[in-house]
């Protein structure tokens, strides 16, 4: 008799993990199947997690800031190898897998290690070394994204890589060329300038992640240019030649070429449903590469869901989780207040870090709102002072009418944490007054927020 659960979770990653957890929660018997031979998913294994670390690792070893970091000799900080930079990562990385093992070890959640296909609505069949087929009354598909692949690389050369081989890398490159100037291009291009590598950054476009407030994104650029990235914009990649020794030429739209040690490409990511055999659950939708779902994360099948990557944009690790939570809430009847948070920011890793929260100012422009604008630059407080970030900023976005927050967008250090105070405030759809009533620690960038908002009233008077 084949094993029957209340819940089969196909996927291991973010959006996976807290459908399991939140189900088992509940009560439910659950089964987590995973393709790769650890769980994590590409948060842990071959996304957030890495770069987040290897960022760490460079910022440590180029003295950018000095920090003790497992395995990492400060030193070295001139002439690192290759394994001074992955040391840290692979440690993080594996304690991580650790922790999530263990947590769904202790909420009973059963992990089969296989790739999961389903072979009708409530049966999956795990083909691999854990094969059997498994059958549930609810299924969650959080199979994830791969890297976009686009044609004309050649992939298999050990000097052109996708994002997901970059933790693989066996020596530190003379130069990369990087292509894409997205979030993960723009991420691992500050890390290898940081590291002191020759670094260029191309894209067809000719504004740096033109979704973030105008003043970020002009302020990220110059601060880019200042760590060594030289951005190539407006120019695509034609033609890739990498020979087995020497440098990888790129033949680019304008006729330029540029050459390289290694090339990078970060152009996009894709939904996997590929294994999944969606047609024996009647997901026939599925088979234009994109699972799609309602507000409950339902697919057009009622009692499958699909949350994280697999369904495309915002495509977190965040947002995936929250997804993931939600929809084992709804499969089990125990809906939690909201499908998701209303309020979703975003934390971007590069040199200097970015966050943002709520609206731009080009989006309430276009909107007709009337709003108010306030700034602190990190120096005014003397947190900012003592860490010497003479470029960072906080940026706050009023509505003119009634000073309710609108926008918070941070450049700086831990921007990704500063941004906190903002998606609480807009969270509970608070203004200015509760950011001047709030006693904030001292010296802290929590500090930042009052200031700003000062800021935005006294421009609203006319007295700045
Ligand atoms: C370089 C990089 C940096 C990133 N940085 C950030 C960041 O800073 N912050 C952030 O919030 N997000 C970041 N992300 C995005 C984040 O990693 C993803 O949004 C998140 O991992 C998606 O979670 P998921 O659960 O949907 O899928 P995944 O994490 O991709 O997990 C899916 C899992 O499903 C498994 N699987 C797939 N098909 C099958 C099958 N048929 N059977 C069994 N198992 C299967 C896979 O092996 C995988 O383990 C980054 C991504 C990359 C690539
Ligand atoms: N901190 C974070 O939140 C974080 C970090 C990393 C990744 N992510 C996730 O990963 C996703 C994918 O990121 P991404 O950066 O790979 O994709 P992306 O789609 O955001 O950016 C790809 C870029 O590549 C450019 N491009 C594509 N082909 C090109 C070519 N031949 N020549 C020149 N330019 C080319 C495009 O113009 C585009 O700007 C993000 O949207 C996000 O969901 C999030």
Redesign the pocket.
């Known amino acids: 008799m084949s094993p029957a659960f209340d819940l089969i979770v196909?996927?291991?990653?973010?959006?996976?993990?807290a459908a399991a957890v939140t189900a088992a929660r509940l009560g439910k018997r659950v089964a987590v199947?995973?393709?790769?031979p650890f769980?994590?998913?590409?948060?842990?294994?071959?996304?957030?997690l890495?770069?987040?670390t290897l960022r760490e690792t460079a910022l440590a070893l180029s003295g950018l800031r000095t920090r003790d970091l497992h395995g990492v000799d400060l030193s070295l900080r001139r002439g690192a190898t290759i394994d001074d930079v992955l040391r840290h990562e692979r440690a993080v990385k594996s304690a991580h897998r650790d922790h999530i093992r263990g947590l769904l070890g202790r909420y009973g959640v059963t992990v089969v290690h296989?790739?999961?296909?389903f072979s009708g609505p409530h049966a999956v069949r795990?083909t691999g070394s854990g094969a059997q087929e498994l059958h549930a009354e609810k299924v969650v598909v959080?199979?994830?994204?791969v890297?976009v692949r686009p044609p004309g690389f050649p992939f298999e050369h050990d000097r052109v890589h996708d994002?997901?081989e970059?933790v693989e890398l066996h020596r530190m490159p003379r130069s990369i060329a990087v292509i894409g100037a997205g979030?993960?291009g723009s991420?691992?291009a500050c890390m290898f300038a940081a590291l002191g590598i020759e670094t260029y950054l191309i894209d067809g476009r000719n504004a740096l992640l033109p979704f973030l407030d105008a003043d970020l994104s002009t302020a990220l650029e110059a601060s880019m240019r200042r760590l060594g990235v030289r951005f190539v914009w407006g120019e695509c990649v034609n033609s890739c030649d990498a020979p087995p020794t020497g440098d990888v030429r790129l033949g680019l739209s304008s006729g330029r070429v540029l050459t390289a040690d290694h090339v990078l490409i970060c152009a996009g990511?894709a939904s996997?449903v590929a294994?999944?055999n969606p047609e024996a659950a009647g997901l026939a939708a599925a088979r234009k590469g994109r699972l799609v779902v309602n507000e409950h994360f339902q697919t057009e099948v009622p009692h499958i869901y699909a949350?994280?990557?697999?369904i495309g944009f915002p495509?977190?690790?965040?947002?995936?989780?929250e997804q993931?939570r939600a929809a084992a809430g709804h499969a089990f009847g125990a809906p939690t207040r909201g499908p998701v948070a209303r309020v979703l920011p975003t934390?971007?890793?590069t040199i200097p870090e970015v966050s943002a929260v709520g609206e731009t100012e080009d989006a309430l422009r276009a909107a007709g709102v009337e709003y108010l604008v306030g700034r602190a630059g990190y120096t005014e407080v003397a947190r900012g002072k003592i860490i010497g970030d003479e470029a960072g900023f906080l940026k706050l976005l009023f509505r003119r009418s009634d000073h309710k927050l609108l926008g918070a967008h941070v450049i700086g250090e831990v921007a990704s944490e500063v941004v906190h105070i903002g998606v609480m405030a807009l969270m509970v759809g608070a203004g200015a007054d509760l950011l001047l009533d709030t006693c904030f620690n001292h010296p802290t960038l929590g500090e930042l927020y009052k200031l700003a908002t000062h800021d935005a009233l006294l421009r609203g008077r006319g007295t700045s």
């Open positions: 196909i996927g291991a990653g973010p959006g996976g993990e199947v995973e393709k790769a769980v994590g998913g590409a948060a842990v294994n071959t996304g957030t890495p770069s987040k296989g790739t999961a296909r795990v959080a199979t994830g994204s890297p994002s997901d970059l979030v993960i991420e691992y990511r996997r294994d999944l949350v994280g990557d697999v495509a977190l690790a965040s947002t995936s989780a993931g934390g971007i890793y």
